[in-house]
């Protein structure tokens, strides 16, 4: 059985000039797509695939369109009682996972508790100029709002 935990951080550009709230998912402790190339995680997506079995886009590229990082098929999610089985296909190497349901929400969940805490911190950066990538997770996270759309 394989163990998934996630976690956001803020992470701060060489330059100085900006930083990116920056979400990442890990398995076994790994951490499961490299940054340096462009890889970023849907926070709904992953949220959906613990509710339900599909394919999900959870790993996308930072600007939140898959196909833009070489991601044409999405993690393929299946539940059977309760585990959580994913495979995938893209980025390479394809890879198997099985995780245990409950566990998975609680991780899933706590992500979001996570995630929320430290938007409460840095709730005057958010939007301006601190990125949230992928952007949509600003909008599932509550940081941007459809009215508003901050820019
Ligand atoms: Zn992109």
């Given at each position: 059985m394989n163990t998934l935990s996630v976690a956001t951080r803020i992470e701060v550009w060489d330059d100085g000039s900006g930083s990116s709230f920056i979400t990442e998912l890990f398995v076994d402790g790994e951490?499961?797509?490299?940054?340096s190339q462009f890889y970023a995680i849907d926070f709904e997506a992953l949220s959906q695939s613990a509710a339900a079995p599909g394919e999900y886009f959870?790993?996308?590229c930072t600007c939140g369109i898959h196909e833009c990082a070489g991601i044409y098929d999405g993690i393929e999610v299946t539940h059977q009682g309760n585990r959580i089985i994913w495979r995938i296909v893209?980025?390479?190497?394809e890879r198997r996972f099985v995780f245990n349901a409950s566990k998975y929400r609680i991780a899933v969940e706590r992500g979001i508790v996570q995630a929320r805490s430290l938007i409460e911190s840095h709730r005057s950066e958010l939007g301006k100029s601190c990125y949230i990538t992928p952007r949509d997770n600003g909008y599932f996270l509550g940081i941007y709002s459809i009215e508003t759309d901050n820019p």
């Open positions: 951490c499961l797509v490299s940054r959870i790993i996308t893209e980025p390479e190497p």
